[in-house]
């Protein structure tokens, strides 16, 4: 039985792409496991992208095709991934989920994984806040949430400044964008990517 995950994100500037790209890699470890990357739409004009040199970065990922608020109901698990909007999701994310409501009539996301990764500019920028507060949305889609055991130790890593928790992986840019993911990140990301897939085989074999 091959378990389906999707990773879907939503990225300015690239960390959480590469946070995504973790994450993904991770699920990809799990046998008899299907991983597809997606990315929300863009919201803003591309004058104020260009101008805020997010057009520039974004043409890394241009490649990633765009989710579909249909696709989700043929998932096992669904990984999202968004920045931090003062300690919320961005707009666009919630643009994306506000459109999920048919998937709540239909019952069409109960019983599947929901997992949750961000990033902020700062330290204490809103990481677990953006990633509970998101929690809300996956809980009235009657999803199940999995997050980040301590079994993963680059959560309990005190040598370095490092994002990483118990609710889900997350990364810190600085205010200027200038710092991107670190190892021990993208392992805490590598690591929710497997155990969320491992979690949704165990679901999906009962």
């Known amino acids: 039985m091959t378990v389906k995950v999707q990773v879907v994100f939503y990225s300015m500037y690239g960390h959480i792409y590469r946070m995504a790209e973790a994450i993904v890699a991770g699920a990809r470890e799990v046998a008899d ?13 591309d004058e104020v992208l260009e101008k805020s040199g997010a057009k520039a970065a ?66 204490h920028g809103g990481q677990e806040t953006t990633i509970t507060s998101f929690h809300s949305t996956l809980l009235h889609q009657g999803m199940v949430i999995v997050g980040v055991p301590y079994s993963e130790q680059g959560l309990l890593n005190m040598d370095e400044i490092s994002g990483g928790t118990p609710y889900g992986a997350s ?36």
């Not at 496991?33 to 004009?45: D, G, K, N, R």
């Not at 989710?67 to 003062?86: C, S």
């Not at 990364?171 to 897939?197: C, M, W, Y």
């Open 58 to 123: 974004r043409a890394a990922f241009a490649h990633v095709p765009l989710a579909t608020v249909e696709q989700l109901a043929q998932a096992d698990a669904i990984i999202f991934g968004t920045p931090t909007r003062f300690g919320n999701m961005c707009a666009q994310m919630r643009n994306f989920l506000d459109q999920t409501g048919g998937l709540w009539m239909s019952g069409g996301l109960i019983g599947k994984v929901g997992s949750v990764f961000t990033s902020t500019a700062s330290q």
């Open 33 to 45: 496991t299907e991983v597809s990357l997606h990315q929300v739409a863009e919201l803003m004009p």
């Open 171 to 206: 990364t810190l840019t600085k205010a200027d964008g200038s710092r991107q993911p670190s190892d021990n990140e993208l392992a805490i990301a590598r690591f929710q990517g497997r155990h969320v897939a491992q979690i949704a085989a165990k679901l999906a074999a009962k």
